[in-house]
């Protein structure tokens, strides 16, 4: 029943959805433009000695259309580990340069996710909300605490997750070539089904029982102990779907598709989060004037 409210609840919020996607698409055309006015230079510097910059396209391109045979993948992992032993200096600080691209996309998506939230509370308890504008002006000190301990968590775990993940998938590779990779990506989403099982309640303790950020990111944890059999094969699922369309679809789209699809998760993800917590602590709640209890989960 989690599951089906929570799909009704990003159904019904398709305005919440657009305002979101228009947030994130603003935040990266920033995004875009210092990283063109000051890390392109410093970039292609680095890069000019060996092409570097056509060189990551080309990869990117291959990895994205590469049909799945074993031929096509050998070729592409050739070719990176080609292109990582070249110069490991250079492609450290390249690599940096995107690191800081993505720690500025991730503190603004974080930043966001408290006026989300506060929006479906409200919509889903008393039928109406402020609006996200609002709710963003309103919670902005709130917004900026939860997004700095957001993004430091993200930071540490997905460093540690990168380094686990690349020997499970190097060795899941070499013992079953493309269906090894396809496993890879399984384990990737459980791994991320996990970890939003963790951080669930974080949100809802935060903004419904007005909890400090860094208690209710400790208290969330605890918690999710009892909610991990309901909420873990939902973000699961989620997280693939995800991963799934946005590997398949990033470089035909300009990277649209996994902009919306992400903008639609984020949704989902909050819905769920919400939902849980009512059902943890026995509210009531509402989804297009249609009101439930905890008894109809």
Known sequence: MIYRHS???????????????????VFM????????????????????????????DNLHKKL??????IDGVDEVYKEIQEFFNQDSKKIGAALGVYITFYLFMLLSISFMLVPATVVLHQKMTVGYSTGFTKALIK??????????????????????????????????????????LSFAVLIIAFFQGIKRALISQWLPNVIIEKKGVF?????????????????????????LIV???????????AY???????????????????????????????INDQKFTFDDL
Do not use: C, W
Not at 7 to 22: A, F
Not at 139 to 165: C, E, P, R, W, Y
Not at 257 to 283: D, E, G, Q, W
């Open 7 to 25: 799909l009704m609840t990003g159904i019904s919020n398709l305005d919440l959805i657009l305002k979101i996607l228009v947030y994130i698409a």
């Open 29 to 56: 055309l920033i995004s875009m433009a210092i990283f063109t006015a000051i890390a392109v230079p410093i970039y292609n510097s680095i890069g000019e000695s060996f092409q570097l910059v056509n060189r990551m």
């Open 64 to 69: 994205a259309s590469t049909r799945i045979t």
């Open 139 to 180: 919670n902005l000190k709130l917004s900026f605490q939860f997004a700095l301990l957001h993004t430091i968590f993200n930071l540490i775990l997905h460093l540690i997750l990168f380094v686990i993940l690349y020997y499970i998938t190097y060795a899941l590779y070499l013992g079953l070539k493309v269906i090894g």
């Open 215 to 239: 208690k209710s990111f400790i208290s969330s944890i605890k918690s999710s102990k009892k909610l991990m059999s309901s909420l873990l094969p939902f973000f699961t699922i989620l997280s």
């Open 243 to 253: 991963i799934t369309v946005s590997l398949a679809t990033s470089v035909f789209t």
């Open 256 to 286: 649209l598709m996994p902009v919306l699809v992400f903008s639609i998760s984020v949704i989902f993800l909050m819905s769920a989060n919400l939902i849980s917590y009512y059902r943890a602590n026995k509210k009531n709640y509402m």
